[in-house]
């Protein structure tokens, strides 16, 4: 059985950093990608990046370049999103998912992704 857990959110003031991370265990498929989505009160979950499991490749929504970084270590069986200058905006519960049916490219749909962690929230103050 597949499980995934997040950890590493919290309470932030605009402008900082946080590291989150999500182990994974069971045996999710081969070949698979892993990816951050993001849902914020009253709106729809969106992705946020990916990477591809064999490869390393990363792929970000727009809005995230440049301050969303993805890296993972197979060893450990983790996968980290580091958030770089916070923003109000980016204020919502993250989820680290995982799966088979996005792969290769990895695109952030929903419908693609297997199997769900139960979240780490992010807030981000002004």
């Known amino acids: 059985q597949v499980r995934l857990v997040e950890s590493g959110g919290g309470s932030v003031q605009a402008g900082g950093s946080l590291r989150l991370s999500c182990a994974a265990s069971?045996?999710?498929?081969?070949?698979?990608?892993m990816g951050w989505f993001r849902q914020a009160p009253g709106k729809e979950r969106e992705g946020v990046g990916s990477?591809?499991?064999?490869?390393?490749?990363?792929l970000y929504a727009d809005s995230v370049k440049g301050r969303f970084t993805i890296s993972q270590d197979k060893a450990k069986n983790e996968v980290y999103l580091q958030i770089d200058f916070l923003k109000p905006e980016d204020s919502a519960m993250y989820y680290c998912?995982?799966?088979?049916?996005?792969?290769?490219?990895?695109?952030?749909?929903?419908?693609?992704?297997?199997?769900w962690g139960q979240g780490t929230q992010v807030t981000v103050s002004s």
């Open positions: 998912a995982a799966g088979y049916r996005a792969w290769p490219s990895c695109v952030l749909v929903n419908d693609k992704y297997n199997y």
């Open positions: 990477i591809r499991r064999d490869t390393g490749t990363t």
């Open positions: 069971g045996y999710i498929g081969s070949p698979s990608c």
